[in-house]
């Protein structure tokens, strides 16, 4: 199946920073990708749905300010955690839709931000 | 509304034994179901994914079904591994071009 990456896998940084999240298509192009978010024991929560070349699609709920996404190419769209704080805490998930017949998507590994 | 409801919550099994996770779904319109499986610590990897008209669709160890009338699904695992140990979860698309919709998952640990 495609391969999506993310880079970093883990990251910890003090309150009050930005965290830039990078999730990467490599064997494919994709013009939807999406960031999820998941706390312990929970299951995936949408936060927004980017889009190459325009703006991102953000769920009710999501500050769209403190968390900037990028999509400048068809591989590569970014998660920016802005003036990051504890409760920013969790895994946060990409993947990047095929488009096709079943709308495949596929799940990049994860990033476990930690807020000190 | 639109809900994907997964039994057990969590399930322990011997190694080698067979196990079946159970997926309700109230999602309508219908597109497609799928069953991922989720390590810890890891993004979740695609099993399986089922139409309105496919009652069975295998991969390895791993069968799943799909009664879309009732609103049913279910994965069958056969002989399981230690591997096997991750969080299954089940996934419903509605009308097409709509958000995923996530089940909670069933924790599934097999020891030897």
């Known amino acids: 199946g495609a391969v999506v990456s993310q880079h970093p896998s883990r990251v910890i940084c003090k309150s009050g920073t930005s965290v830039k999240i990078e999730c990467r298509s490599l064997d494919f192009q994709a013009t939807t990708m999406f960031w999820y978010r998941q706390f312990p024991k929970q299951s995936l929560m949408l936060m927004a749905t980017s889009n190459e070349g325009s703006k991102a699609t953000y769920e009710q709920g999501v500050e769209k300010d403190k968390f900037l996404i990028n999509h400048a190419s068809l591989t590569l769209s970014t998660l920016t955690v802005t003036s990051a704080h504890p409760e920013d805490s969790s895994f946060y998930i990409c993947?990047?839709?095929?488009?096709?017949?079943?709308?495949?998507?596929?799940f990049g590994p994860g990033t476990r931000l930690t807020v000190l | 509304k639109n809900q994907v409801e997964q039994s057990p919550q969590s399930l322990i099994i011997l190694e080698g034994k067979n196990c079946t996770l159970q997926c309700n779904y109230t999602v309508s319109p219908f597109s497609n179901l799928r069953w991922y499986k989720q390590d810890t610590g890891r993004g979740p990897v695609s099993l399986t994914i089922?139409?309105?008209?496919?009652n069975t669709k295998s991969n390895g160890r791993y069968t799943a079904t799909l009664d879309a009338d009732t609103k049913q699904s279910s994965l069958h695992i056969t002989a399981s591994q230690l591997s096997d140990s991750a969080s299954y979860i089940c996934?419903?698309?509605?009308?097409?071009?709509?958000?995923?919709?996530f089940g909670k998952g069933t924790t599934l640990s097999v020891s030897s």
């Open positions: 996934v419903v698309r509605g009308q097409a071009g709509t958000a995923l919709i």
């Open positions: 089922m139409t309105f008209s496919e």
């Open positions: 993947s990047a839709r095929i488009v096709t017949s079943t709308d495949e998507q596929f």
